[in-house]
């Protein structure tokens, strides 16, 4: 399935921003209860459970929050750098490869985690589980040559 080309619009990275913004401002102000569920997409008939993940700059030093779909898979938590199928990782794929410990906010929850990229065999694994959460996850694979990454978030000790 080819890209929509209207996703490659530089107003698009800016909405996206921008509304990632807007959500992480609501979701801590309200504990998740505004902007704990993802209602875009196939998310619309099937809302999707949202977290905070916190991560630092690996060039800046910066702290960095992004909103995300995540799936739980017993102790660990699952989540995608789909960035919606465009053709380079999220920065925060590479910021937690280069610092993995760190933290997500669930609802209120502040859990420590450690940040791994799944290997071959645990992502083909776990792509089953996530189509189920987030049908869209296999339109953004077919839109990008790379293939999609997905990170197990393992709780740790603070």
């Known amino acids: 399935m080819d890209r929509p080309k209207q996703l490659d619009s530089p107003m698009v990275t800016t909405i996206i921003k921008y509304m990632s913004k807007v959500n992480t401002w609501a979701y801590r102000r309200t504990g998740g209860r505004i902007g704990g569920t993802w209602r875009v997409g196939a998310g619309l008939r099937k ?8 991560h630092i700059g690996r060039k800046s030093g910066k702290p960095f929050t992004a909103p995300l779909l995540y799936l739980r898979d017993g102790e660990d938590i699952v989540i995608v750098a789909s960035q919606g199928g465009l053709p380079k990782n999220p920065q925060w794929y590479y910021n937690l490869v280069a610092q993995p410990d760190t933290t997500v906010q669930i609802g209120k929850e502040r859990i420590p985690v450690r940040a791994r990229v799944a290997d071959d065999a645990e992502r083909d694994r776990l792509w089953p589980k996530l189509l189920e959460l987030y049908a869209d996850f296999d339109n953004y694979q077919s839109w990008t040559e790379r293939r999609i990454p997905v990170f197990v978030l393992s709780p740790r000790t603070a």
């Open 47 to 54: 809302p999707v459970p949202t977290l905070l993940l916190n």
